[in-house]
């Protein structure tokens, strides 16, 4: 039984650029959250995607977009990257309505090196 | 707006020691907890849920409890090894099924 998968797993870009993560949830989940975690800290969440729209979104600036597929896979675009978008971006899959009682599932993530 | 905490930041223990991580959280409104490990770059393994009626949950050499109305939840690590050296973190699942995290602690086991 497949986990979540994440791609790329490292990834550097130059200031303003543009870049497009990739996650595959966890076989049976439909639902799918996005996290950043700085150095040092604990994870932030993003936005999460169920029916490949977009449920619910934390603090984040628009220039950080999504999208969900209809076999669940989603992506996470981030435009204009900044210095401070380099972080470790984490993907977690869930059971709609179910993530309050089986939990969530992780990805291994994607390292962003902004420069 | 929820806030978790978690102390201490960093601990470090020699191998055989028995260790309690300590989590606490702002608003008692919860799903559930969840305990995750994270090794240094790498993604977040959950180790235990409780769902808010539960009291506790166990697994192996772990222990893990939550008393939602003081909005506090200890990690009790057993006979603690090094290869127990990891980020330990807790998260609350609340409105809206998102999870919000504390800081970690930082555990290391010496041999």
């Known amino acids: 039984d497949a986990g979540v998968t994440q791609s790329p797993t490292h990834l550097i870009k130059t200031r303003g650029q543009q870049v497009t993560l990739r996650c595959s949830p966890k076989?049976?989940?439909?639902?799918v959250s996005w996290y950043q975690q700085a150095l040092g800290q604990g994870p932030q969440f993003i936005f999460q995607?169920?029916?490949?729209?977009?449920?619910q979104r934390g603090n984040f600036p628009d220039r950080f977009s999504g999208h969900q597929f209809p076999n669940y896979s989603s992506e996470l675009n981030v435009n204009a990257l900044l210095l401070g978008d380099s972080a470790l971006y984490l993907c977690?899959?869930?059971?709609?309505?179910?993530?309050?009682?089986?939990?969530?599932?992780f990805g291994s993530g994607t390292r962003l090196t902004v420069v | 707006k929820q806030e978790v905490t978690q102390i201490p930041a960093a601990l470090s223990v020699p191998e055989g020691e028995n260790l309690v991580l300590n989590c606490s959280f702002t608003?008692?409104?919860?799903?559930?907890l969840q305990w995750f490990r994270q090794d240094p770059g790498k993604g977040l393994t959950s180790l235990l849920l409780?769902?808010?009626?539960?009291r506790e949950q166990t697994s192996g050499r772990l222990n893990a409890s939550l008393d939602k109305s003081s909005g506090r939840s200890t990690l009790y690590i057993a006979a603690s090894q090094p290869g127990d050296s990891a980020t330990y973190l807790c998260?609350?699942?609340?409105?809206?099924?998102?999870?919000?995290f504390g800081t970690g602690t930082q555990l290391k086991v010496e041999l």
């Open positions: 608003d008692s409104a919860i799903y559930n």
């Open positions: 076989s049976g989940h439909d639902t």
């Open positions: 998260a609350v699942t609340g409105g809206g099924n998102k999870l919000t």
């Open positions: 977690a899959s869930s059971l709609a309505g179910r993530g309050s009682s089986y939990g969530y599932t």
């Open positions: 995607y169920y029916e490949e729209e977009e449920r």
């Open positions: 409780i769902q808010s009626s539960q």
